[in-house]
T-cell receptor, first 112, second 115 residues
């Protein structure tokens, strides 16, 4: 069985500060990992994904994430937060079952 | 449209009524998923369709829930005898093909409220 843990249901940063959203996973097989963002009253939008190859993955809107197998982590970062980054972020894992298993989500707040 | 389309966007109904939620996947996508997003349970997988294969129904919470996919395209999720705990946002997603490495593209969801 696979699972995802996102540490911190709420994260608050100042505009221009580093964004770090944490994600740890467990999976019985090599995982495929995803980060999605959800704005109010909208569906989920893919930020980035890790499948194979380079462990540092770059996504849209300046976000990136690094797959660390030894730490079973896939943390999401952005060097400088923007007000428009305020949203809820979900880490997800997919294995041979095809469906996504999501973490509980982290709501990012950006202070001016 | 280019994205996954869901209808209605909002549905309010009385306890005990049946509801149908519709999903139009991205054209050409063979895989289709339903998820439920609720305050207490987060995002949960419900059911998965891939081409003409038998669907994976392992996430359906009870036999009041069913789904079908006609012609390999449009899907309908049906909830019979709705209960208040069915109140949630129901999200549909599609992906180009079978494979756990394929990103899923989500619709904006149907917000279901049971009175």
């Amino acid at each position: 069985a696979q699972s995802v843990t996102q540490l911190g249901s709420h994260v608050s940063v100042s505009e221009g500060a580093l964004v770090l959203l944490r994600c740890n996973y467990s999976s019985s097989v090599p995982p495929y990992l995803f980060w999605y963002v959800q704005y109010p009253n909208q569906g989920l939008q893919l930020l980035l994904k890790y499948t194979t190859g380079a462990t540092l993955v770059k996504g849209i809107n300046g976000f990136e994430a690094e797959f660390k197998k030894s730490e079973t982590s896939f943390h999401l970062t952005k060097p400088s937060a923007h007000m428009s980054d305020a949203a809820e972020y979900f880490c997800a894992v997919s294995d041979a079952g095809n469906m996504l298993t999501f973490g509980g989500g982290t709501r990012l707040m950006v202070k001016p | 449209g280019a994205g996954v389309s869901q209808s209605p966007s909002n549905k309010v109904t009385e306890k005990g009524k049946d509801v149908e939620l519709r999903c139009d996947p991205i054209s050409g996508h063979t895989a289709l998923y339903w998820y439920r997003q609720s305050l207490g349970q987060g995002l949960e997988f419900l059911i998965y369709f891939q081409g003409n294969s038998a669907p994976d129904k392992s996430g359906l919470p009870s036999d009041r829930f069913s789904a079908e996919r006609t012609g390999g395209s449009v899907s309908t999720l049906t909830i019979q005898r709705t209960q208040q705990e069915d109140s949630a946002v129901y999200l549909c997603a599609s992906s180009p093909s079978k494979g756990s490495n394929q990103p899923q593209h989500f619709g904006d969801g149907t917000r279901l409220s049971i009175l």
